[in-house]
């Protein structure tokens, strides 16, 4: 089974900080991605990656950046960290560009900018 | 450009009745569909997929959905539910022959009770 692994279940951070969220997956897969999950509103796409050392902006990706130095490790960085930015972020991967693949997703990481 | 809906955000339903959960999408071209179940403090697992072929798929969990394209609709069915069913249910959307990239519905919270 494909098993991806969010480094934090639960994080508190500050206003202004810059906060890393970290993401491995285990079954060399070529496409990771970030998603933002709030109540009403779904799963939003902020960043995707299909290579290693490649980013592609999603929906909302104002007030992120992305990191892919391997192929199994996708980072999310939220620069200067805000209010608005309390959510649940969901990293997910999937074995290539091939639209009919599933995505495969970690259990999560509950952010709360205080 | 591709849309989801989901027509309720909460279905309330005893346990052992049958239960549907509606999701229309809008798209030009033609679409791979997916559904995704997320249990409590879980991320998203796959529930079942429609690519092609027979309009009724058959999923994990005794969940199935009928693919409609006239009616652009891909609504999820389980004769009969269990309280283990209580999560939060989303319908998703990605172009054939495009990239891997999934549009989310806003999901639908599914409450079994006895």
């Known amino acids: 089974d494909v098993k991806v692994t969010q480094s934090s279940r639960y994080l508190v951070k500050r206003t202004g900080e810059k906060v890393f969220l970290e993401c491995v997956q285990d079954?060399?897969?070529?496409?990771m991605f970030w998603y933002r999950q709030d109540p009403g509103l779904g799963l939003r796409l902020i960043y995707f990656?299909?290579?290693?050392?490649?980013?592609e902006k999603g929906d909302i990706p104002e007030g992120y950046s992305v990191s892919r130095e391997k192929k199994e490790r996708f980072s999310l960085i939220l620069e200067s960290a805000s209010t608005n930015q309390t959510s649940m972020y969901l990293c997910?991967?999937?074995?290539?560009?091939?639209?009919?693949?599933?995505?495969?997703f970690g259990d999560g990481t509950r952010l709360s900018i205080l | 450009a591709q849309s989801v809906t989901q027509l309720d955000s909460q279905v309330p339903v005893f346990e052992e009745a049958p239960v549907e959960l509606r999701c229309n999408y809008s798209?030009?071209?033609?679409?791979?569909l997916f559904w995704y179940v997320q249990y409590p403090n879980q991320g998203l697992q796959l529930l079942l997929k429609?690519?092609?072929?027979?309009?009724l798929v058959k999923g994990i969990n005794g969940f199935e959905a009928e693919f409609n394209k006239s009616q652009t609709s891909f609504h999820l069915r389980k004769p009969s539910v269990h309280i283990s069913d209580t999560a939060e249910y989303f319908c998703?959307?990605?172009?054939?022959?495009?990239?891997?990239?999934?549009?989310f519905g806003a999901g639908t919270r599914l409450a079994v009770h006895p």
């Open positions: 079954m060399d897969h070529e496409n």
């Open positions: 990656s299909y290579d290693v050392k490649m980013k």
């Open positions: 997910a991967s999937s074995r290539d560009r091939v639209s009919n693949q599933p995505q495969h």
């Open positions: 998703a959307v990605t172009p054939s022959g495009g990239y891997n990239k999934l549009i």
């Open positions: 798209s030009s071209v033609s679409v791979y």
């Open positions: 429609y690519l092609s072929g027979s309009t």
